[in-house]
């Protein structure tokens, strides 16, 4: 699907199994305890993808099953999300879904290891079949277990045992899980010695923001910024001058910052491109090919927004294609959808109205990121259901 790439040291670790083995609970599991060790790593699922990894399972239950993108209306997003893990920044965890076709098996050729999840002999001779085609190192070959024990077996020289109970709303735990983390750990740190302070010097604007040290500055939690986090944030860093910003954080925190640099660029650090720089959107109408669609509703605070990919994958490049639908400058708007980070700073910059918000569904409301009203100061939250 695309031509030779060079060789990229940072890994790239497929989690395979069947259908509900709960592989998406534990990748959850996994990058939620290599935060906590704050080991520098992504998550890219690839079934299509769904641009910021593990949303999904941190939010109401009934609000995922309305925002989960439910598949693609082709494969053109399989050449892209290749190119994107053969290019990675930082270590990946791929869940690469339970039934991948011939097609999106190749994504395995740009992947350098493997964890196994199966439930029986069956799904696991097939599997392990699939990674051996494609050279991958298996560094663990785990049971998945819907009643039972959680069991390690063995550590060396390769990880064994079970998992049990990998059922949506719980996180892994145990003796092979806590294994399992340790063992990624030891080889994401690794390869990662070094690589932030890289990234930061590569940056292409002088004033640059790392959202770790960022936290650690105004006294947040840096896994888990808050709304009211907000104003803080917007005092600390100088207004309208070039910044960027590097490191994992919410939609809402990076569409403020891009704002707050206003008129300047904006510059954001992609996990899957690198540095960028935030597109310019006009204002103008969506034409019905175009590759984003919105439906505008109003709501009793403004109106509402809701973006929706037509495929699965939405580049950086098609950007000069894509335009900011208009709404009057007299009312504020509620951005929503599923969308990278790239576009909602690059939507929020585009809006000139009385305020703008951007629905996360961890917090079940919309986040005012712009405020030119002193009745929706930033960081205020805005009941709103999708």
Known sequence: MIGQMPFNPLPAVVIGGPPHSGKSVLTYSLTQALRARDVEHYVLRAYPPDYEGDWFLACD????????????????????VQRDIARRHLPL????????????EALLDVCTHAILLTPDETTHASWRARFERHGLVLLADLRSELEGQTQLIAEEPLLTGTLARLERGSQAAGPTFDALVARLSLLFTRATYGLRRQHLEMAPVELVVDVQSLAHSLGCEERDWLPEDLPRVLDYLPQGEPLGLYGRGPNWLYAAVAVHALPSPFYLFDVRLGWIVCPVLRVGTLPPDAPLQVQITSTAHGAALSFRLVDAYLDVTTAPTLCAPPVSGEVGVILNGKLPHWLWCALARAYRTSWVALFQPQVQSAVVVAARSAAYPAGTCLPFTP
């Open 93 to 104: 965890i791929v869940d690469l879904g339970g039934l991948p076709t011939p097609e999106q």
């Open 61 to 80: 239950q009934e609000q995922v099953r309305h925002l989960r993108l439910k598949g693609a209306q082709s494969e053109a997003w399989l050449p892209l």
